[in-house]
């Protein structure tokens, strides 16, 4: 006599068979309803994972071109004001950049300010047949006989 489960069709009390009621196994219609459920899992969990390739490359492409804004912004901010308005309009995207991102460019521009030079860059990017896609970052070119106590510093809040 074993403890194991029998893989017998089920029989009554008395050794007799319940005859053809009494199935083991898959029908056709459990089947195919499996294997539809299958398969819409597999065709959402591919688009889920295309999904998120594609918000990581955007992300790294971001990332890449606020880089180069910040790295260009700092060298400009530390020119002199007739460097700054030389160099300005030469301004082009590092080697690296451009390998990596589709119709790249940086434009910036200079405003003069009470406080001294705001010096804005963009970069845009991507394909020529969609809307480029940019970043947008600025940053001071102070007067050399500027001090810290010339420029007034306030909280968060609002209070100086």
């Known amino acids: ?13 008395s050794g007799e068979r319940h005859g053809r009621t009494a199935r083991l196994g898959l029908s056709t219609l459990e089947l195919i309803v499996a ?7 597999m065709t959402v969990g591919t688009q889920l994972v295309v999904k998120a390739r594609d918000v990581m490359d955007d992300h790294r492409d971001y990332r890449l071109a606020l880089d180069e804004a910040a790295n260009v912004l700092d060298r400009l901010t530390m020119l002199s004001e007739q460097q700054l308005t ?11 950049l451009a390998t990596h991102l589709d119709h790249v460019a940086i434009t910036g521009t200079a405003e003069p300010q009470s406080l ?7 970069v845009e990017w991507g394909p020529a047949e969609q809307q480029p ?3 947008v970052l600025s940053g001071w070119h102070l007067p050399a006989e500027t001090t810290a106590s010339d420029v007034e510093t306030t909280s968060p809040g609002g209070a100086p």
């Open 133 to 135: 896609k940019c970043v």
């Open 1 to 13: 006599m074993s403890f194991l489960p029998s893989i017998r069709r089920p029989t009554s009390l």
């Open 116 to 122: 001294g030079t705001r010096v804005t860059l963009r």
């Open 86 to 96: 030389e160099q300005l309009p030469k301004i082009e995207p590092s080697d690296s």
């Open 35 to 41: 294997l539809s459920l299958l398969t819409t899992a």
